[in-house]
């Protein structure tokens, strides 16, 4: 049997990009989860972001798309397309899990929760063509996970990736990980994690945990010291709380990270908005001087990068400015996004009613007002604006030339390094897409 796995592109109708510079998880994943479970399958993957994937020409018995919110229109013209054509078609991910019903009028079957413990069984009835309208796949602990397949690629990328656990302890109303995962957390055998990554032949990585250290400490501590212990000259960059910098661990924590070759970590700040921040149910995971936090993961070698959203319903117009203030005063970057509501979360429950009536998921996207605003001066179009703006002049040369000396030489050279990937493209990206903007405009 011939199974195809899609990763769908983002952007408003499914525009095709350039893409990330990392390969995509979920099918380099599934893609090893096959050869364990079923070896004789053939295995294609395409990243429809890189390169272009034409349904009509898509030599396969069964293709597989894994749908985040934003990218659920352009998987369910393409699914339809390839159904038209007498193709089966799989769906999973956390836009499936969240909205099934609508899922499923796009696909021979779908996937509800993690895919261990029935993919075996959905591709042998794929193979039969008798395929289950839904397969739920449970969430299984997670020794002996197969190791990702990184060579069927027909695009290169600079980045690979690894996972260490799934879930998070935090529950805040914006994110639905907590119930996409189950509810727990669990984590991975830390041998299996190192003989991984050490296996592997990229030296650059993304760890995909949601937590890349507050899930559990005291095993974090332990599974960085021994990738501290085995592995040479890899690097990885990861998202993280701070009120783990407030543990009584934590200068061993940070001391691991580092030599484990962790060299930047998005932190979620979230917001500068005390309301904000309430309705996001985030202030737990602040700890008790975020801003000193900042400094401490820095003084340790780590690049430090806020995670914010921006333009939520209690959000007001100086919170924008706000935002470049802080970063001016902390030397640091900031990623700032829409806030969204996304299905599934408890904000989208807070904001169904606000929601702007006619949009379709691709506007979900971190980049549109999707909801309306009580105060006036929030408008959608000022909203819209003000994030381009201020994403701009957060990356402009200065700025971050001005924040690359506040990492401790304890991380040199690769922090620094890291530091200056991640931001110089951005800068270059958000200028360039404010120009477009601006010219549409006129």
């Known amino acids: 049997m011939k199974l195809t796995l899609v990763s769908p592109p983002f952007g408003e109708k499914g525009q095709k990009s350039k893409g990330l510079p990392i390969a995509p998880p979920v099918l380099e994943y599934l893609a090893g989860l096959t050869l364990q479970v079923r070896p004789g399958v053939d295995i294609a993957l395409v990243d429809a972001n890189k390169e272009v994937f034409d349904p009509e020409l898509a030599d396969a018995d069964l293709v597989g798309f894994t749908v985040l919110t934003p990218q659920a229109p352009w998987v369910y013209r393409t699914a339809d397309r390839l159904r038209a054509m007498g193709k089966q078609v799989v769906l999973g991910g956390i836009h499936v899990s969240a909205l099934p019903d609508e899922a499923a009028l796009h696909a021979d079957a ?113 599974l960085y010291r021994e990738m501290g212990n085995t592995l040479r000259g890899k690097s990885w960059f990861g998202s993280g709380d701070l009120v783990s910098v407030d543990h009584p661990r934590s200068e061993e924590l940070l001391t691991n990270a580092r030599r484990a070759g962790l060299t930047a970590v998005l932190v979620g700040w979230e917001s500068n908005n005390i309301g904000s921040l309430e309705e996001y149910k985030a202030t737990s995971k602040q700890g008790r001087q975020r801003r000193d936090a900042i400094k401490k993961i820095r ?36 990623h700032p996004v829409m ?78 390094i890291t530091s200056w990937m991640i931001q110089y493209p951005q800068g270059r990206a958000f200028k360039q897409f404010a120009r477009e903007r601006a010219l549409l405009g006129t």
């Not at 991984?196 to 095993?219: C, P, Q």
């Not at 006619?358 to 179009?381: C, I, K, Q, R, Y």
């Open 110 to 222: 779908i996937v509800l929760g993690e895919a261990e413990e029935i993919w075996g069984e959905l591709l042998d009835d794929a193979a039969r063509r008798s395929l289950k309208p839904v397969y739920r796949g449970g969430f299984p602990e997670l020794m002996g996970l197969p190791r990702p397949v990184t060579t069927l690629w027909k695009t290169n990328y600079v980045y690979g990736y690894f996972q260490t656990s799934r879930g998070c302890p935090h529950r805040c109303t914006f994110c639905s990980v907590h119930e996409f995962f189950g509810g727990r957390v669990r984590t991975r055998p830390i041998d299996e994690v190192v003989a991984e990554i050490a296996e592997s032949k990229r030296r650059l990585f993304w760890g995909i945990d949601d937590n890349v250290w507050g899930v559990n400490v005291n095993y974090t501590i332990d």
């Open 299 to 334: 003084d340790h070698g780590i690049e430090v990068m806020l995670f914010m959203m921006i333009g939520g319903r209690q959000d007001r117009r100086e919170d924008y400015e706000g935002i470049l203030k802080l970063c001016d005063e902390l030397k640091v970057s900031a």
């Open 339 to 416: 806030t969204t509501p996304f299905p599934g979360t408890e904000l989208y429950e807070i904001y169904r009613p606000h929601l702007l009536p006619g949009l379709d998921w691709d506007m979900f996207d971190g980049n549109h007002a999707v909801f309306t605003h009580d105060d006036p001066a929030m408008s959608v179009e000022f909203r819209e604006d003000a994030i381009v703006r201020l994403r701009a002049e957060l990356f402009t040369l200065p700025r971050i030339l001005s924040r690359i000396p506040q990492i401790s030489w304890r991380g040199f050279p690769m922090s620094h």
